[in-house]
């Protein structure tokens, strides 16, 4: 059986580096979704529309592939953080979160036929942050520059050293790309990542 084309709605490395482990072969596409929330848009729905409408973009142009949009919004009460952009930001975001508890929000969604066809799931994942110094701050800002990370950190990295707990039904969605999902996704669209068949006390 052929595999559909496989396409990657992103530019983020991070999400290309999380689907190379499924060793499938896949292309890459600038998305060039405008990602301004709505007025009144919660967070959770923000982050499942960016995702729907990046795969929608991606496969209006491949409509012959399966194509994979995702998006991340961290949350930190009621109130969502996005990337910071700027070392000033990210000393704001951090000095904010210290302490805390804060809710990183991750959408993953898989489209076909132009977009008409459209599946997606949103993954949370609760991190307790260590009460960090201002000193920890700005040394983790110089090693990381995580200034394209929603929450101003990156767990794959040195950012770990900021996290007292994670809990989580898929560590690879705090990175931002739930692979778990992404394969039960593409597995409903007819594309198992690994031949499917019985488990062997059924056959």
């Known amino acids: 059986m052929t595999r559909p084309r496989l396409v990657l709605a992103s530019t983020s490395p991070y999400r290309r580096e ?12 600038s998305p060039g979704v405008d990602e301004t929330p709505r007025d009144g848009e919660l967070p959770a729905d ?8 990046k795969a929608r973009a991606g496969a209006k142009r491949f409509p012959d592939a399966l194509v994979i949009g995702s998006d991340q919004v961290a949350v930190l009460g009621e109130v969502a953080l996005s990337k910071p952009g700027t070392h000033d930001a990210a000393v704001a975001q951090l000095r904010a979160m210290r302490g805390r508890r804060v809710a990183f929000l991750t959408a993953i969604a898989v489209a076909r036929n132009a ?17 960090f110094t201002d000193a920890g701050i700005e040394a983790y800002l ?12 990156k767990i794959e990295s040195l950012g770990i050293a900021l996290v007292e707990r994670v809990e989580s039904t ?17 597995a409903e669209f007819g594309a198992a990542v690994l ?3 019985l488990p062997p006390d059924r056959v």
């Open 18 to 29: 999380l689907l190379e482990r499924l060793r499938l072969p896949f292309e890459v596409v």
């Open 46 to 53: 923000l982050c499942v529309r960016l995702a729907r409408d």
């Open 115 to 131: 977009g008409a066809d459209i599946r997606s799931r949103l993954v949370p994942t609760e991190v307790q942050f260590r009460a």
């Open 142 to 153: 110089a090693a990381d520059a995580p200034y394209d990370c929603a929450g101003a950190a």
């Open 170 to 186: 898929d560590p690879t969605a705090l990175v931002g790309l739930p692979l778990i999902a992404l394969v039960d996704l593409l």
């Open 195 to 197: 031949p499917a068949g």
